[in-house]
């Protein structure tokens, strides 16, 4: 199976511990996306990458939040000093455009459920 | 800011009602349309997207979405729902002008009875 992978699929950590998430897209797609979804909620975008250069940050991503995708690959977000209210789902996903304009779907991986005790 | 309403965030039906989800935005550009399903246990999955051309898009297992531009709408349906579209609906919109992010609404709980 070639789609989004996540790993871990499910992480408790305590209060002020760092964590991070790891995310390989499809090989072949250029963008590559987070977000998070709490529950009764619809993911809430995070952050996003074109290859290997982050052009959009969410408002949501406090300075604890980091994301990077070095050589345009695999990506990691990492959460320094968590805490109670970064507990939720954790979704990556990547899909494949040219151009600016183009809106191709996204593949989604499984998600990181994360939960700071 | 752009936004995604779902208008029902449960909905009940029983097998071969048929199926109308509600989903409005508030951006007045060019937009992608796109509805998601996540069926329990599993992830997210594209159901239907709407890029240009003819309003009226067919998805996979019988589901359709209309544009309707002027009402800013993009409602799924379906004319007879199984017991295995039992899930949640996510409708989604992206900006056709180089803002690659997508916006999700909330989601609509479809519980459909045997």
């Known amino acids: 199976d070639t789609g989004v992978s996540q790993n871990p699929r499910h992480k408790i950590t305590k209060r002020g511990q760092n964590v991070t998430f790891r995310c390989d897209p499809i090989?072949?797609?250029?963008?590559l996306y987070w977000y998070r979804q709490t529950l009764g909620q619809g993911p809430e975008f995070l952050t996003y990458?074109?290859?290997?250069?982050?052009?959009?940050k969410s408002r949501l991503l406090s300075d604890r939040f980091s994301a990077e995708r070095p050589k345009g690959s695999f990506s990691t977000l990492e959460i320094q000093r968590t805490e109670q209210g970064d507990s939720a789902m954790y979704l990556c996903?990547?899909?494949?455009?040219?151009?600016?304009?183009?809106?191709?779907?996204?593949?989604f991986g499984s998600g990181t459920r994360l939960t700071v005790v | 800011a752009q936004s995604v309403s779902q208008h029902n965030h449960h909905v009940i039906l029983s097998e071969a009602a048929s199926l109308e989800l509600g989903c409005n935005y508030s951006?007045?550009?060019?937009?992608?349309l796109f509805w998601y399903v996540q069926y329990p246990g599993q992830h997210l999955q594209l159901l239907l997207k709407y890029f240009s051309g003819d309003p009226l898009v067919k998805g996979i297992k019988g589901f359709e979405a209309e544009f309707i531009k002027s009402k800013f709408s993009f409602n799924l349906r379906k004319p007879s729902v199984q017991w295995s579209d039992t899930a949640e609906y996510f409708c989604a919109v992206n900006q056709n002008t180089g803002g690659f992010k997508t916006i999700f609404g909330a989601g609509t709980r479809l519980f459909v009875k045997a």
């Open positions: 990458f074109q290859n290997e250069a982050q052009l959009e």
């Open positions: 951006y007045g550009g060019t937009v992608n």
């Open positions: 996903a990547s899909s494949l455009a040219q151009g600016l304009s183009l809106g191709y779907g996204y593949t």
């Open positions: 090989s072949e797609h250029n963008r």
